[in-house]
Structures are given as structure tokens and as C-alpha cells.
């Protein structure tokens, strides 16, 4: 076979024509017919008088032990829920109001303002509404009115649903370059959330239970992540079994740093921190969805906050089953609540930041949901006092003077 002979391009790769060995950077011979090879080998490095500078930097670098620090920045964008980088979700079944937390939550950020009892780290906030229609303005209105935020704060809300599957066509970095536009001020911690309201919407013909695609939407999400140094919060529904978490395929899950779970239950909404990398997980805090109006015959709901972030293991897991007079106190209660709970001033026998109704407006919508088949007087206290007991016994209540609470 006859010889190769290098090409004459020196910054290509070229045949060494004495061996046949692949080479990088091959000199053209010289007169006396002898071939001189750039230094690639530790061997020539210096012979050639190559600077070291001159020299391409690895691709993965090597970091030794002595050098390995701890990031100095603050780890968590809200102390002990969310984590400052990386990937989060939010999920949980329809009508949970995890879209409402989302709207809470990326405001409070914005605001700078305590989050159930946590520090916030401020940061600009880009909410994407790509399930939520029209319908997202008025909740972000609501929610900035009802928070008593000035309109400076750096919230943005795009209600475009931009690809991010694995489908064409691919919007990325359109979405990147979008959010860059916007040039949010550096002196209000720049881009540091991006929420993503939901994660279906944004993710149009992938199939979520196929890892090979849904990989699509969490390399995406990582890209844009790093792109800003930010945390994307995913906005995601739970799986047909809630207890088996998220829905679709588990790469979700094993890529996630922070998940919160959100549930509701008897009218109380309720997220549970399952998961927190490097943090504390199995912690959680509950909260109300009160209606406020906004003009013109429209109203929204907005999160009222129902306690402090607290250990899930500080609360009961499971409600003891109820029948008869006490169920539908139970319901009369909670019912009382959603329409005309306050809360009392500080009081140290009352929860913070708990709403309460009294006892004569609890009994009295105890008697509009028929707690006694008598229209008697006595008849209808002695049902409502048994209802009230049973409860009690239960540990589902709490009682100070005429004021009562959901526990």
C-alpha cells in the first residue's frame, strides 16, 4: 500500500509517514528530509521552546483536595425550603392550589418577605404561566395587593408557553435570550427563580412516562439553570396514586433538589418539604385559599398563611374517622372558616397566624348543615356539644375562651 502523505494544513490532524501514527500539528519535512512534530508529549513539551500558555486548558478540570471550599453564597433562596441553584418542584393534584403557592412564593421572594416564618434571599422572579391563561393576571394582582408589595419589585410574568420538550420546535434558548432582554437589575440579585407554571404545558408531546424524552425537559431546565446561576421551580401534577408522588417517569425525581408535595384536606392546603438535598426534608407548613374580589363582578383566591414551617411528625399523619353530628361539625367548621376566620391578635393560647371563628358562628352553620334532626333549642346544643367533645377527645381542635381552631 502506498505511503499517506500529511497534508500540507498544519492545524489539522496529519499521518506521521515514517510510522502511520495519527499526530496532531505534523510540520511539512524540512531539506534534509527530516520531519519535525510540534511537542505534544511531555517528553519534546520543552525542547521546542512551546510557551505553557500557549497550551489548550483541559476540558475537565481537576481540583485538588486542598483546594475543595465551600461555596461562601448563601445556600438557600428561602431558609430551609428552597435551595438557592438547581432544579425544584412543586406538585401535587388538581385543585391543591400549587399554583397559588407558586404565585406566593415568587412573590414573597421578590418582596423580600418572610415565607411562613422564613428568611427570603431577594432575586428577580420570572413566573411562567404557560397552563394558567387570563385568568394568572388577577391571581398576581390579588396576591401583590394582599402582600402589600410596591410594583418596583422584580417579579416578571410570561404567559407565553415555551417549548421545552423533547418535540420541536425547540425554544431554549429563545426563552434564554428573552429572559436576559429584560435585563433585570443586578442590585435586586438579578435572575435567581424561574418558575415553570406547568410542566406539561411546556413540554407538548413528550411522553412524561419515557425517560429517554422527559430527560428533554430536565437537560432544559439544568441549561437555563446555569445560564442565569438561578433555581427553576417546576410546577407539576401528582401521579393517579398521590402516594407514589410525581407524575410520570421517576428521572424527574432523581434529578430534583428540593420537592415540595402540596395536599389538601378538609379545606386546608397543606406542602410537605419530601425532598431537600442538602437540607432538611420532612417538614411542613399549611396554608388557606381565601376568595378576594378584584372588581367588576371577578374574584380570585390568595394564600393565607395557616402556621410556621414545622416537622410533618408534630402533626397527625392520618384523621380518626367521624360520623353523624361530628362530621358534620367537622365540615360546618371548616366551612366557617373558609368564610369569616380571623385572626386573633398574638395570644399565647392561640396558634400564630391561625384563624379562628367563634363558637356561635361555628354552631351556627353547624345548624344550617342540619347537625340535629330536632329544631328544638336543646335538642340541636346537646348534638352540637357531643360534635364539639368528640372532636376535642380527637385532638382536631383547639378552644380558648369563644374562639376555635382547626389543630
Given at each position: 500500500m502506498a505511503r499517506r502523505e500529511p497534508p500540507a494544513e498544519p492545524d489539522r490532524i496529519k499521518i506521521d509517514p515514517h510510522t502511520g501514527e495519527t499526530?496532531?500539528?505534523?510540520?511539512?519535512?524540512?531539506?534534509?528530509g527530516q520531519a519535525k512534530f510540534k511537542a505534544n508529549g511531555a517528553d519534546n513539551a520543552k525542547s521546542n521552546g512551546e510557551d505553557k500558555?500557549?497550551?489548550?486548558?483541559?476540558?475537565?478540570?481537576?481540583?485538588p483536595l486542598s483546594?475543595?471550599?465551600?461555596?461562601?453564597?448563601?445556600?438557600?433562596?428561602?431558609?430551609?425550603?428552597?435551595?438557592?441553584?438547581?432544579?425544584?418542584c412543586i406538585y401535587g393534584p388538581p385543585g391543591c392550589g400549587k399554583s397559588f403557592l407558586a404565585i406566593y412564593m415568587g412573590l414573597s421572594i421578590a418582596a423580600k418577605r418572610l415565607f411562613f416564618g422564613c428568611e427570603t434571599k431577594q432575586c428577580g422572579v420570572v413566573y411562567i404561566a404557560a397552563e394558567a391563561g387570563t385568568g394568572i393576571k388577577k391571581r398576581i394582582a390579588a396576591a401583590r395587593d394582599y402582600l402589600n408589595i410596591t410594583d418596583d419589585v422584580p417579579f416578571y410574568l410570561?404567559?407565553?408557553?415555551?417549548?421545552?420538550?423533547?418535540?420541536?420546535?425547540?425554544?431554549?434558548?429563545?426563552?434564554?435570550?428573552?429572559?436576559?432582554?429584560a435585563n433585570i437589575p443586578k442590585e435586586q440579585g438579578g435572575v435567581g427563580v424561574i418558575i415553570i407554571d406547568t410542566v406539561a404545558r411546556v413540554t407538548p408531546g413528550t411522553d412524561e412516562n419515557k425517560a429517554s424524552e422527559f430527560g428533554?425537559?430536565?437537560?432544559?431546565?439544568?441549561?437555563?439553570?446555569?445560564h442565569f446561576r438561578a433555581l427553576v421551580v417546576g410546577v407539576h401534577h401528582s401521579g393517579k396514586d398521590e402516594s407514589r408522588g410525581m407524575r410520570g417517569s421517576n428521572v424527574f425525581n432523581g434529578a430534583t433538589d428540593c420537592e415540595w408535595a402540596v395536599r389538601k384536606q378538609d379545606g386546608?392546603?397543606?406542602?410537605?418539604?419530601?425532598?431537600?438535598r442538602d437540607g432538611e426534608d420532612g417538614i411542613e407548613f399549611s396554608f388557606r385559599l381565601e376568595v378576594r374580589d378584584v372588581g367588576n363582578g371577578r374574584t380570585t383566591c390568595i394564600v393565607s398563611e395557616q402556621s410556621d414551617v414545622a416537622p410533618t411528625s408534630q402533626k397527625k399523619s392520618k384523621r380518626p374517622p367521624l360520623k353523624g353530628a361530628a362530621l358534620t361539625a367537622w365540615h360546618a367548621l371548616n366551612e366557617a372558616l373558609d368564610e369569616l376566620g380571623e385572626v386573633p391578635p398574638e395570644l399565647n393560647h392561640v396558634p400564630s397566624n391561625t384563624r379562628t371563628v367563634s363558637i356561635d358562628q361555628w354552631r351556627d352553620y353547624a345548624k344550617r348543615r342540619g347537625i340535629s334532626m330536632s329544631d328544638l333549642p336543646r335538642a340541636l346544643n346537646l348534638a352540637f356539644q357531643r360534635a364539639v367533645e368528640k372532636l376535642r377527645d380527637n385532638n382536631m381542635i383547639g378552644i380558648w375562651n369563644d374562639r376555635v381552631w382547626v389543630v
Open positions: 499526530r496532531m500539528d505534523y510540520d511539512p519535512p524540512k531539506e534534509n500558555a500557549d497550551r489548550k486548558k483541559p476540558r475537565f478540570e481537576l481540583i483546594e475543595i471550599k465551600p461555596d461562601e453564597a448563601a445556600e438557600f433562596r428561602i431558609d430551609r425550603l428552597l435551595p438557592r441553584l438547581g432544579l425544584a410570561i404567559t407565553g408557553a415555551p417549548n421545552l420538550g423533547f418535540r420541536g420546535p425547540k425554544d431554549c434558548k429563545a426563552l434564554v435570550d428573552s429572559i436576559t432582554a428533554a425537559f430536565i437537560n432544559n431546565a439544568d441549561s437555563i439553570g446555569r386546608m392546603h397543606s406542602a410537605t418539604v419530601g425532598k431537600m
